[in-house]
């Protein structure tokens, strides 16, 4: 292994490893332990909601992103030759026709449906979807698509979601199906959701089921699913500073901190300017940030300088200057232990 490959001798210890998790030096990832691969195939219905399908997929091809090796295959198909209309009206070519795909060949199969989409399918997609289900693949849907699976009588003794405006039909119907009024729902190997909103949180509780919470967690600090545009009004990411469920304290600290990145203020002034003690301040960080109030604050002004540095053409000696290093080799030797590799390393095979 050379030393650009070499994983980074200062791992982050706090939130902030989440939203740096896809510049960390990544290692093979080959060997016993490495993650599972999913074959999954998106089973595109006409009128199928542009946003829950890229929803689903965007937090799996950033779940490629972040790990070692790819996670996720993800293949479109139809149930019938040609293109296939979202409710955009924006038209796809799937990668093929799900009645010509084996039925071990998908290790989950989601049917994407959406507002105008139809509740039915023909019989040979019916039977395919059996034979999906006998082999124990996951089986989901999107929207309406939950429709189908009923249909196909996989669904019987789940639980699932689906639209309010189409729950009262599937109801009358399939009385088998344990409907639940949730934004999303996974019952052992069958996935669903509602609407567009949700397909994003649903996938991120089937990749926190099969990879873990970390790679979760990065998906979400980078998708920032989990807040609404309000919690973004001046600032360009999520930050732990306007986190409501912080002692008030710390979040007077976290401002602090963020206000100034240049000049690096001492613990001991930070925890005055909080009027608390620096060994209560110590104590905060630890027990809801994970680390000391020392290394959060490098970790604050590494994200930064990491930014400025893949963002801008700014040169490393200013980016240093500016994220409160005392110069290019100090913030050099930083930025190597962190990330496995020197800025300017990092800004080549960035650019």
Known sequence: MSVADAPPARPFGSPLRHSNRAFLTKQTGKGANAPAHCEVGFVLLEHFSMMAF????????????????PLYTCRTLGLAAGL?????????SPDGLLVERKADEFDLLIICGGYRSGLHAPRAVLDKLRAVAHRHRILGSLWNGVHLLAEAGVLDGYACTVHPESRPGLEEAYPNVDIRPLPFVIDRDRISCAGANSALGMMLALIRQQHGNEIAEGIAGILACDRNMDDFQGHSMPSLAHSPTLPPPLR??????????????GVEELARL???????????????????????????????????????????????????FTGAPHFSRCYRNFFGETPSQA????G
Do not use: W
């Open 54 to 69: 890229t929803g689903a997929l965007d937090a799996m091809v950033t779940a490629n992103l972040l790990s070692p090796t």
């Open 84 to 92: 296939i209309r979202s409710d955009l009206g924006i038209q796809v």
């Open 252 to 265: 007077l600290a976290l401002e602090l901190m963020e206000s100034n990145i240049e000049e690096p203020l």
């Open 274 to 324: 909080a009027q608390i003690s620096s060994r209560q301040l110590d104590r905060l960080f630890l027990h809801h940030i994970g680390t000391s109030p020392a290394r959060y604050y490098l970790e604050l002004r590494i994200t930064r300088a990491r930014r400025l540095l893949l963002q801008t053409n700014e040169p490393i000696t200013n980016i240093a200057i500016a994220c409160g």
């Open 347 to 350: 800004r080549k095979k960035g």
